[in-house]
């Protein structure tokens, strides 16, 4: 008898959208496990780093004059006299392929919800999956930056908000191939200035017991 695959819901969105709110709702409604920053902890571990030298690293691609400049940095005089050694400097494919491999290890273990980390694409075959991208207009996201993440102003979360957006689309074109806006990677959009927490919710908790193939959530 085959066994089948474990259920999971992962979730795309924009920064300030509300998606890993939303996630962690769906995750307790339904009893399911939560992915999200253990994903990095665990990714932390294999490369043997800690959390925070690659939280900065969070679904972004670095430039290519980022690059170049970390090339040089290791053979310029003041790098090797350093009496504080620099954390190691882990290249971009390095470090989405230990995420690529702990989402795996993870997802494995059971039904869970996974915000992030192009899910979506990356067990795609190995899960049962419902694709979701959230994604909201810029006045709402604004609004959150500023109420639950600090940004001090309307004009520093605007430019959070275009900083973000274009390293997550880079990101997901480098790990994907395809457009991180493309309909045909997910199920279902919602607009979550439109649909709000309550009704989203409830939308993806049906759908997920319609696509699971069996009862998830009471």
């Known amino acids: 008898m085959t066994t089948p695959l474990p259920f999971q819901i992962t979730i795309a969105r924009q920064p300030g959208s509300g998606g890993a709110e939303l ?15 253990q994903i990095l902890q665990h990714a932390a571990e294999e490369l043997k780093m800690t959390e925070a030298d690659l939280a900065h690293r969070e679904e972004r691609i670095k430039s290519f004059w980022i690059r ?66 959230i994604h909201a207009p810029r006045r709402f996201r604004i609004e959150r930056l500023i109420k639950f993440y600090g940004a001090d102003s309307e004009t520093i979360a605007s430019q959070l908000i275009d900083s973000m957006d274009l390293d997550r ?43 699971g193939g069996q009862k998830l959530a009471p």
Request: overall charge positive.
């Open 68 to 133: 170049l400049i970390e090339t040089f940095s290791t053979t310029c005089p003041e790098y090797i006299i350093s009496t504080t050694p620099p954390p190691p400097i882990i290249s971009d494919d390095k470090l989405i392929e230990a995420e690529k491999r702990v989402l795996l290890q993870l997802a494995a273990q059971g039904s869970c919800v996974i915000v992030g980390r192009c899910g979506f694409h990356v067990l795609g075959g190995q899960a049962r999956l419902l694709n979701i991208f």
């Open 23 to 37: 996630g962690r709702r769906i995750a307790c409604r339904m009893g399911l496990g939560y992915l999200d920053r």
């Open 169 to 211: 689309k880079r990101y997901v074109e480098r790990l994907t191939k395809k457009s991180w806006y493309d309909a045909r990677n997910y199920h279902l959009s919602i607009d979550m200035s439109q649909m709000g927490f309550d009704a989203a919710e409830e939308t993806i908790v049906s759908l997920a017991n319609r696509i």
